[in-house]
């Protein structure tokens, strides 16, 4: 990034090279739609190389990109609403200790790990994920997806670690929740 | 502590975040609490559960990303392969190696002429071809440089009248001022 900001366009497409996978991923997990994660991936790295002129190497340049891949996909996500789409978006720093209709299911027979992710489930799976509020479902996909730590996913969404706690703790349960009948025997 | 307490510490467990004495807590729970291992487990799956949806790269993503950028002039240009330095000194490397291929298609030849096919091989290869008027008159002329007994004799017969007393035609080598008269 600092040869970029230096003017290496060739440090960019190595850039580009490197993470656009995980980008692009990261905006599919956040939008659940194909069509919104390209446009929204694209804007990502247009932020990026906006941002480039300012850009400080204060903490990891991963953790700086998903700063911007948050925003950018959590703008996007405002804009689809604003549109009349229902995606749930809580303010920042609220709804952490906030009271949600969770029903645990039972004990199963069932070993969760051994769950073959078919088409269907997965389908489910990426339904009951966008019904999350956005600030959970962003440090759920950022720790469990993109293998950011508790400290990490802190940083990217702006919030203390034990917010991060209690955000994933809340992703679970209204995941279980939503897919008991595919997890129970 | 009871399950309903211990749930936020399973999940932080089963994230690898938990510290000693949190994983200590989980593990002696776990131990003893069929549900909460069943809940251990269900969490896991979850967590699995998000690394399921990949996505994929639109096929012309890239070209699409950097074409924005370049509209916007976000991107630095490419460096060019010559620079205009190397511009100008391809001038005088151009010419230094034209002479040197002049030179040394040079002694190439004098090194190893081209052998010439035979001029008769030609004549017997080539095609008949139909003479003109003027073309006969061409090579009547030319018979008649190179037997000059022919020339004498038509000087005699026909060139006689033309030329002045004391003409250097009656001079045994006449000058090919004969010629005038075809």
Known sequence: ?185 | MGCRDIRESISVFVDGEASAGEEASVREHLASCERCRALERQMRAVGAGVRQLRGSVPDRFREEVFARLESEGALPKRKKVFPAAWRWAAVPLAAAAGLGLFLLTSREAVRAPVPRAPVTSRVETSAPVALSTEDREMLALLDILEDPAVFDADDDAEGMDLLAPGDPADSPNPPRGGRSGA
Do not use: C
């Open chain 1, 1 to 185: 990034m600092l040869l970029f900001r230096e003017g290496s366009r060739e440090a960019f497409e190595e850039l580009f090279s490197r993470h656009h996978r995980a980008v692009v991923r990261f905006a599919w997990r956040m939008t659940g739609d194909p069509s919104a994660a390209e446009e929204a991936a694209q804007e990502i790295f247009l932020r990026i190389a906006r941002a480039a002129p300012t850009y400080l190497p204060t903490a990891k340049f991963t953790t700086w990109m998903y700063t911007v891949a948050r925003r950018a996909t959590l703008n996007y996500l405002r804009d689809t609403k604003e549109d009349g789409e229902k995606v749930p978006i809580l303010p920042e720093g609220k709804g952490e200790d906030g009271v949600y209709p969770v029903q645990l299911p039972g004990p199963d027979d069932r070993n969760p790990e051994q769950v073959v992710w078919e088409a269907q489930l997965t389908e489910r799976f990426r339904a009951a994920l966008g019904e999350l509020p956005e600030g959970h479902r962003a440090a759920f996909v950022l720790n469990r997806g993109d293998g950011l730590s508790y400290e990490e996913v802190a940083q990217v969404l702006g919030v203390t670690v034990q917010a991060v706690k209690t955000r994933i703790f809340r992703a679970r349960e209204m995941l279980l929740s939503r897919l008991s009948n595919d997890l129970s025997a």
